[in-house]
């Protein structure tokens, strides 16, 4: 039986982060997944995720953001690779079935995060975009996207660099606390360690069935189109991210950079698993997709280039699930992420290495306590 002090189940954004943060400190850390780093089978892939310091949510991610944006530098730098671009971010806000969004919006104003784009500034800077009636712009400048899958291979490489050992392609198929331990079995073997951090992302209810959280796999699907104005719609030309509430619904996206065309997203999908999801995509929900960027974007959406599922899984208040597990302290989890988890990988991850090794942290994690679910959790 193979022994490490800590085994991480799950090399996601969120896993591979933890089990790199745990490998710096001179941790013994087997990482295991059932993929290869940068797998296009959960919720990480697509070429970028947005990343961004104002919150939608609590004040408690704005630190967590902050500290993030300082890792993701730290590794590029060690890694050697381009990971983060800021382009800064537009949000435009439909009054039309945004109520609620009015007091987002006033907050996000209030605290510095955003300022709002009249026509004239928002013409002058960002003429790709087109505004109807009833309709406002706002402009985040610390904001941007980051490469997903490259994030996710450079923290599984560096982690290798510092001493952890990497299991690939080796499915978990259960796990088990042994005395002041804890034993994963897998397809390949079985192992034994002082703590486990579970980060299996969309999969993380296979195995955390007991506690019965409040979640629930969407299916999104996304779509890249070749822009037809270039000159409007490429970060090289300065083109922003941007966030629609519209009464089409609620899309994100990103500019073409390279040979990547623009990408568009619709916040919402079917419920499903994560191995049941349907990776078909239907011309229509392309065709949404497409209509939404001519008439908000023109010149965003040219032929198209290509078109991807992933998962989010969404917690029943939207917040993240970060914590010792209710039952067994010798097991850490993080899951739950909601469609926002990405950006907060690296801090997550030493959050993580903090609670396996220390069984604390000193960043708040208290609003993201797996407790508040207490009934459901530990019934």
């Not at 690779?81 to 806000?93: A, F, P």
């Not at 990776?279 to 929900?285: F, L, S």
């Not at 974007?297 to 599922?309: K, V, Y």
């Not at 899951?335 to 950006?343: D, N, P």
Request: glycine content about 12%; proline content about 3%.
């Amino acid at each position: 039986m193979q022994r490490a002090d800590v085994i991480v189940v799950g090399l996601g954004a969120v896993g591979s982060a933890a089990t790199y943060h745990l490998a710096t400190r001179g941790t013994r850390v087997l990482g295991i997944d059932m993929f290869q780093p940068g797998h296009d089978r959960g919720s990480s892939h697509g070429e970028h995720r947005m990343i961004r310091k104002s919150s939608f949510q609590l004040d408690g991610y704005v630190p967590l953001a902050d500290r993030a944006f300082a890792l993701w530098h730290e590794l590029e730098v060690e890694a050697g690779q381009d990971l983060l671009h800021r382009t800064g971010e537009i949000w435009l806000v439909h009054e039309e079935g945004n109520p609620g969004y009015r007091a987002g919006i006033e907050a996000s104003l209030a605290r510095g995060f955003r300022v709002v784009l009249g026509e004239d500034d928002l013409a002058e800077r960002f003429p790709g975009v087109r505004l109807d009636d009833g309709m406002i712009a706002l402009y985040e400048a610390d904001a941007g996207f980051l490469r997903c899958e490259a994030g996710i291979v450079s923290h599984v490489e560096q982690a290798r660099q510092h001493g952890a050992t990497i299991h690939l392609d080796e499915e978990v198929t259960h796990w088990a606390t042994d005395g002041a331990g804890v034993r994963v079995e897998t397809r390949h073997g079985v192992y034994a360690a002082d703590h486990l951090v579970l980060t299996a992302g969309s999969w993380s209810e296979e195995h955390l069935r007991d506690l019965r959280l409040p979640m629930q796999v969407e299916r999104r699907v996304n779509g890249f189109f070749r822009p037809t104005r270039p000159e409007t719609w490429s970060v090289e030309r300065g083109a922003p991210d941007f966030l629609l509430d519209i009464p089409e619904g609620s899309f994100y996206g990103m500019p073409a950079v390279g040979d990547i065309g623009v990408k568009i997203g619709l916040s919402a999908g079917e419920a499903t698993t994560a191995r049941t999801i349907r990776r078909t995509i239907d011309d229509a929900e392309i065709g949404l997709l497409r209509d939404v960027l001519d008439r908000y974007l023109p010149g965003a959406s040219g032929s198209e280039m290509r078109r991807m599922t992933c998962m989010c899984t969404y917690t029943v208040d939207g917040d993240f699930i970060i914590d010792r597990h209710p039952v067994h302290d010798q097991v850490s989890i993080a899951c739950g992420f909601s469609g926002r988890g990405y950006k907060f990988a690296p801090v997550v991850g030493e959050i993580l290495a903090d609670l396996a090794l220390q069984g604390a942290t000193a960043h708040d994690i208290s609003f993201l306590s797996a407790r508040r679910f207490a009934e459901s959790a530990v019934a």
